[in-house]
């Protein structure tokens, strides 16, 4: 089965650390761009980083908002991609997705209709 399955949601405090995983299977990630977003309740769903393909040098970027806490990476070995989450924020509270993209270039130009694998979402809540 061809598919993507992100986990490593859950409850943190404050100025608290979660590492979210992007596991996929039936496809080889490493030839994908990989974004996670994130939606918060009532608000749209956003971009919050991504890493381009092997093939693309692997660039990565980030939102404003998460820049110099979040970071993005992969394992090859095992066919999956992590986003690193520190000092974390309420305001970072949402369900978060991985989605990946069979696409050469910048990750960061990539739409969400160009992903064809999504997860199935993970929560993460910040809160004291």
């Known amino acids: 089965q061809l598919q993507v399955v992100d986990s490593g949601g859950g409850l943190v405090q404050p100025g608290g650390s979660l590492r979210l995983s992007c596991e996929a299977s039936?496809?080889?990630?490493?030839?994908?761009?990989v974004t996670w977003f994130r939606q918060a309740p009532g608000k749209e769903r956003e971009g919050v980083s991504c890493?381009?393909?092997?093939?693309?040098?692997?660039?990565?970027n980030y939102t404003d908002s998460v820049k110099g806490r979040f970071t993005i990476s992969r394992d090859n070995a095992k066919n999956t991609v992590y986003l690193q989450m520190n000092s974390l924020k309420p305001e970072d509270t949402a369900i978060y997705y991985c989605?990946?993209?069979?696409?050469?270039?910048?990750?960061?130009?990539?739409?969400?209709?160009?992903?064809?694998?999504w997860g199935q979402g993970t929560q993460v809540t910040v809160s004291s």
């Open positions: 039936g496809i080889t990630l490493n030839y994908y761009a």
């Open positions: 890493i381009g393909s092997s093939d693309s040098d692997a660039s990565t």
């Open positions: 989605a990946a993209a069979f696409r050469l270039g910048l990750c960061g130009e990539l739409e969400p209709r160009d992903h064809e694998y």
